[in-house]
């Protein structure tokens, strides 16, 4: 889906207009998203207004894909942003050897239907029932604490001198969703905590700020070393991918040459040069079966 999504040169317009709407989407939460228009007026196509949407979007997917469906474009518009990306920490867990019929734990269906029941502040016979788009939706107010808005104060100055050095980067759209999304999550644990009497106070605060925060760095990190606009520059951050898993040792050519096939030796040997010519990796010797050979390592 994203890699059409994100297709603006091959996709139809009707696919990457979905992008568009929620990037939209995402700072409509306090107003009403209004519906296309359509010339027949015969009622079998009315303007279907959504009032105050919340679009909440999970989605699994391996590395290789997701970043793959990706373009500079996408970093660039602030669409990726808006997204927490959440990679694993480790690739191969241990097997849950215990797995077995899974049991619902009685206190999170207790939580999640008090949520729905808006923390017992709301009555009567529509409780927990999704709105509709004629239902008045009156939000539930969340306050928040003086430290808590301190701590917020603080982050948006920092955030606004880290823009300031980013000027001119593609980094600069998620630095600048940092804020709000710390927000968000603030919001959803302070009313995880307590549906009926809510309030963001400093560790929820702190909590959220430091959650975006690590997944940001680590989401600009992935970008500067798997999404790319041209071919060309796809295959040689997937050639420094290779060189980059091989560590301190080093890697041959031949062992750089047997990991990528995919590519025209012309071509592989057109990217290393340019690897070498900009820094990005540097060359040296290894014993390698009592012989000695030239080996690539990433620099630094």
């Not at 894909?65 to 518009?77: E, K, T």
């Not at 301190?150 to 980067?169: I, V, W, Y």
Request: a neutral charge; one cysteine or more; hydrophobic letters at 40%.
């Amino acid at each position: 889906f994203l890699s059409a999504a994100a297709d603006r040169k091959r996709s139809p317009r009707h696919i990457t207009e979905i992008l568009d709407n929620m990037t939209e989407l995402y700072t409509a939460a306090g107003g009403v998203f209004l519906g296309a228009e359509y010339a027949n007026r015969d009622g079998s196509n009315d303007r279907r207004d959504i009032n105050q949407p919340c679009l909440c979007v999970y989605g699994t997917t391996t590395p290789l894909h997701f970043w793959g469906a990706l373009q500079g474009a996408n970093v660039v518009d602030g669409s990726l942003a808006r997204f927490l990306i959440l990679p694993s920490d480790e690739d191969y867990p241990d097997e849950n050897l215990a797995a077995g019929i899974r049991q619902t734990p009685s206190a999170l269906i207790h939580g999640l239907k008090n949520l729905a029941a808006g923390g017992g502040l709301q009555s009567g016979n529509l409780i927990g029932m999704t709105p509709g788009q004629t239902t008045a939706v009156n939000p539930i107010t969340v306050p928040m604490s003086d430290e808590a808005k301190s701590r917020f104060k603080e982050l948006s100055g920092t955030l606004t001198e880290e823009l300031r050095a980013a000027r001119g980067t593609a980094f600069t759209a998620i630095l600048a969703r940092i804020g709000e999304n710390s927000l968000k999550l603030a919001l959803i644990v302070a009313v995880g905590r307590d549906p009926a009497r809510p309030i963001i106070d400093l560790s929820a605060a702190e909590w959220a700020i430091g959650f975006v925060r690590h997944f940001a760095a680590r989401t600009m990190e992935a970008i500067e070393r798997h999404v790319a606009d041209t071919e060309t520059e796809a295959h040689l951050k997937r050639l420094k991918e290779i060189i980059r898993a091989a560590g301190a040792k080093g890697i041959t050519k031949s062992e750089i040459t047997r990991s990528s096939q995919w590519l025209k030796a012309r071509d592989r040997d057109e990217i290393l040069l340019t690897l070498i010519e900009s820094g990005d990796i540097t060359t040296g010797m290894r014993d390698t079966g009592g012989r000695r050979a030239m080996v690539y390592r990433l620099s630094g």
